[in-house]
Every structure is written in C-alpha cells, then in structure tokens.
C-alpha cells in the first residue's frame, strides 16, 4: 500500500492551494480518508475527514469553512482544497486511509504560508 501526498509548497496568507493524495496497493473506495498537519515538536493535527461509503466530510472547527476535502474513487486519489490559508497553516500535511485496524499515511507535503 502507498499512499503519496503532492501540492505543497509556498502561498501566502489568503491564499489557496490544493493538495492532493494518491493511493495504491487498495480498494481505495472502501477506506475512510482523513487529512492532518503537523508542525516539528508538535502533536499531528487533524483537519478533517470523507467517509467512504457516502463522501460525507467532517472538519474540525479551526478550518471548517475553509479547507474542503474529496474524493475520486475512480482515479484513487483524495484531495484537500484549503483556502484562506494563515501563517498558522505552515505544516506538514499527511494524508491517512483507515478501514476498521487498517490505516496507512503518506509520507506527507510541506505548506509553508508566509509572505
């Protein structure tokens, strides 16, 4: 199983950028995608979720409104569109497919938001 994260990379504040996640080695459809961040020294982050059986996303309230996530289970991949990034959103942004014990992340994409 591999999952690979792309699309980061420098934006500034205000601005957008989309990352995308790409799986293999899985019946992609069945897994449950979810997105963190994680600053160095920091705990890992979570910034949302899309279900598997019926896409519905969740996020938590720090992005909600800004960040979206989907899925396109045909080409196995998974994106996060973030918009409205802050400085705060500088992380590594890692992508994770979880069905029941199974989970597997990526090796994750560098955001950097500064001006």
């Known amino acids: 199983v591999q999952l690979v994260e792309s699309g980061g990379g420098l934006v500034q504040p205000g601005g957008s950028l989309r990352l995308s996640c790409a799986a293999s080695g899985l019946t992609f459809s069945s897994y449950v995608i979810s997105w963190y961040r994680q600053v160095p020294g920091k705990a890992r982050e979570y910034v949302g979720h899309i279900n598997s059986a019926d896409s519905n996303t969740f996020y938590p309230a720090s992005v909600r409104g800004r960040f979206t996530i989907s899925r396109d289970n045909a080409k196995n991949m998974a994106s996060l569109q973030m918009n409205s990034l802050k400085p705060e959103g500088t992380a590594v942004y890692y992508c994770?497919?979880?069905?029941?014990?199974?989970?597997?992340w990526g090796q994750g994409t560098k955001v950097t938001v500064s001006s």
């Open positions: 994770k497919a979880a069905l029941g014990w199974d989970e597997y």
